[in-house]
């Protein structure tokens, strides 16, 4: 099962795959790090698909994710994951952070995605601790797709030798 999770590193944007996850923020609006980088290679129609699902439903909660076309991304739709701001791990950090990879698989799933893409959700601006962060993808993908055919392949994209080498060891030891 290991075989179908890897771990490059590199521009999450440029990655072949059918779908990527963008570690967006409750707004759905863009911010910085992996969501600017999405959102600005992706152009104006990804703001505009994150505008209307806005609209119909407000804000996307940590643990939640949306689903929208991918604009000028060559994937077939973006997942806009929410994970949690780390405040010391007393507060279900851990628990919504695994709640947002598996709503952000079930998407996949859902829609036939073969391939998928994760950054480290929550590792930057919301303060995540990198190792604690990985751990809690590794294994979530890794019961998920021990139970279900889809996602087939689960890439894991680190923009940072140290996210890199942290996924690289954990893979090792599956």
């Not at 439903?57 to 949306?66: E, F, I, M, N, S």
């Not at 507060?91 to 698989?105: G, I, K, P, V, W």
């Amino acid at each position: 099962m290991s075989e179908r999770m890897s771990v490059i590193q590199g521009d999450i944007t440029r990655v072949e795959v059918d779908v990527i996850v963008n570690a967006a923020n409750p707004s759905l609006m863009g911010g910085g790090g992996v969501d600017g980088a999405i959102h600005h290679a992706a152009g104006p129609a990804l703001l505009a698909a994150c505008e209307v699902i806005r609209r119909q439903q407000g804000d996307c909660a940590p643990g939640h994710a949306v689903i929208t076309e991918a604009g000028n991304i060559p994937v077939k739709a973006v997942i806009h994951a929410v994970g949690p701001v780390w405040h010391g791990g007393d507060e279900h950090e851990a628990e919504l952070l695994e709640q947002t990879y598996r709503n952000s698989l079930d998407l996949a799933a859902a829609n036939g995605y073969r391939t998928i893409a994760f950054p480290a959700i929550s590792t930057g601006a919301y303060g995540y601790p990198k190792e604690q962060a990985a751990k809690i993808a590794v294994d979530t993908v890794y019961r998920y797709i021990g139970l279900r055919p889809l996602p087939e392949q689960v890439v894991f994209v680190c923009f940072d030798d140290e996210n890199t080498r942290i996924y690289q060891q954990l893979l090792a030891q599956l």
